[in-house]
């Protein structure tokens, strides 16, 4: 079967075929639930039989959205891209919040979804207070969602789902992939798309064996490398990173969280041709640049806030929080609020950047940060030179007027949606900088928490529509905003 994708603009929304694709994803999301349930069978947990039951009722209505949907046309158009590649992380979500609401720890309905959209979107934010008192199935199945999340629910799709590997994948590939530019590392869709997973696939597994070798058994090492590559930072532990209090640990999370904020593509292609293209590349040099810059403010703040107890304070402990924040991977290895104002307000600026597009990181990105530089001076040198010919280029691509409005307006929107969630909690009786920081953790897919979350990301103090809230933001940060609220057009279901 294949599916073919055009631009009409007076046809309607092909429902059918887009319930038949819906119904191959859940028999994909089916098969990654037979982990957790294998754990909880090995454990002997009665979990057991949640995941079996789960599964089945995933794995029964995916077969019948597959083989009942009739649809009269193959087609399938942007707009019905768009709407799958929206839709799709919600389904998810629905049937992935199963687990949380008939386990042992059981959550209620509004819980179990933020949780699972914070999984799937990798978020990282977290409802369950006592993560320890969970079962293995469970936190297996936490780390799960993140790890299938990290990549995108389409990308891993278009890997395994011939069907979908034609000229249309590449519509869905852009309306999930992040950042102002996707290369194609191969000349079809699935081929880049099985690069991405394979790569993503053996870093996880290196990462995983390199855990195992510290000081932490195989299922947490597990856990957390499912967790650490994909930026989520959902733990098996209620302290976090901190309750090992391993350097070790520290450091190899570090390294591996800082690779998952470079662009997977970059890191293909050095792989392929040359490991300079790596310093040639703008926005690598930018993070980098970042990094290193936050690190040397932060030790200083460290130092002069009479926080120093020990060289590794002054070491690990800041450059694993910058990687972390920077990355909206989440993890927490200490109380760094009580670093100062400083440390704060640099958490802010990193949670509201991110990493690389391309990579599995949330946030801004790098690279629209350097082009508003970039654009900046450019308007300026403009000003004082009205017959410069120039252009603002990204990565010696060159970045059209076109773009550039997408990028103005993305920044626009993305902050407008902190401030609204900031509002809505405020509304509903939640300190302002808490409201803000949280509603900033959501957005920016991060999962820090700050005041009455805690550095561990706790979120079950948010009232049920609060929690609503943010779960929406989550997947509107997830998809970069503009495809999930151009559902919310008229023109978008105008036929």
Not at 1 to 17: E, H, P, V
Not at 185 to 197: C, D, G, M, V
Not at 325 to 331: D, L
Request: glycine share 10%; charged share 10%; net charge positive.
């Amino acid at each position: 079967m294949k599916y073919i994708f055009t631009k009409g603009s007076r046809t309607t929304i092909n429902f059918q075929m887009i319930l038949r694709i819906l119904g191959q994803l859940m028999v994909v999301e089916a098969g990654f639930m037979a982990l957790p349930l294998m754990v909880c069978i090995f454990n002997k947990e009665s979990d057991w039989m949640t995941f079996a039951v789960v599964m089945t009722l995933t794995l029964a209505t995916g077969i019948a959205l597959n083989f009942l949907s009739r649809p009269q046309s193959k087609i399938l158009k942007r707009r019905d891209g768009m709407l799958l590649a929206s839709v799709a992380w919600v389904v998810f979500s629905i049937f992935g919040m199963l687990p949380y609401l008939f386990c042992s720890t059981p959550l209620n309905i509004h819980e179990a979804f933020f949780e699972a959209m914070s999984g799937f979107t990798t978020t990282g934010a977290t409802v369950i207070r006592d993560v320890e008192s969970c079962s293995l199935g469970i936190l297996i199945w936490r780390s799960l969602t993140q790890w299938i999340g990290g990549l995108g629910i389409i990308l891993f799709t278009l890997t395994f789902i011939p069907a979908l590997n034609n000229n249309g994948s590449l519509m869905l590939f852009h309306a999930e992939a992040t950042g102002i530019t996707h290369d194609k590392l191969a000349a079809r869709i699935s081929h880049t798309a099985k690069l991405l997973w394979g790569l993503y696939t053996l870093l996880t597994m290196v990462l995983i064996l390199l855990l195992w070798c510290g000081p932490i058994g195989f299922f947490d090492s597990a856990c957390h490398g499912l967790t650490c590559i994909s930026t989520g930072g959902f733990s098996t532990h209620n302290d976090g990173i901190a309750a090992y209090d391993s350097a070790y640990l520290k450091s190899v999370l570090t390294v591996f969280m800082f690779i998952g904020g470079v662009s997977f593509g970059l890191i293909i292609l050095a792989m392929k041709q040359s490991w300079r293209m790596f310093w040639r590349n703008d926005v690598f040099r930018t993070y980098v640049f970042i990094i290193a810059l936050f690190y040397l403010l932060m030790v200083a703040a460290i130092v002069v806030g009479h926080h120093f107890t020990g060289l590794e304070s002054v070491t690990i402990d800041p450059l694993f929080h910058i990687v972390s924040a920077m990355t909206s991977t989440g993890f927490s290895a200490g109380n760094w609020e009580e670093w100062g104002i400083l440390v704060l307000t640099l958490t802010f600026f990193m949670m509201y950047v991110g990493a690389c597009a391309g990579s599995t990181t949330g946030g801004a990105k790098v690279d629209r940060l350097l082009y508003l530089m970039r654009n900046f001076s450019f308007v300026v040198r403009k000003y004082v030179r009205p017959r410069l010919l120039t252009s603002v280029s990204v990565n010696g691509q060159h970045v059209n007027a076109e773009k550039g409005n997408e990028i103005v307006a993305f920044i626009f929107i993305y902050t407008l949606l902190i401030v609204v969630g900031g509002v809505v909690l405020v509304a509903q009786g939640f300190p302002i900088v808490d409201a803000f920081f949280s509603s900033f953790s959501c957005v920016s897919n991060n999962g820090l928490g700050a005041g009455v979350t805690g550095v561990t990301g706790s979120f079950d103090f948010l009232p049920p529509f609060g929690k609503w809230v943010m779960s929406i933001l989550m997947l509107a940060g997830r998809l970069e905003i503009i495809t999930l609220l151009s559902l919310f057009t008229r023109s978008f279901w105008r036929s």
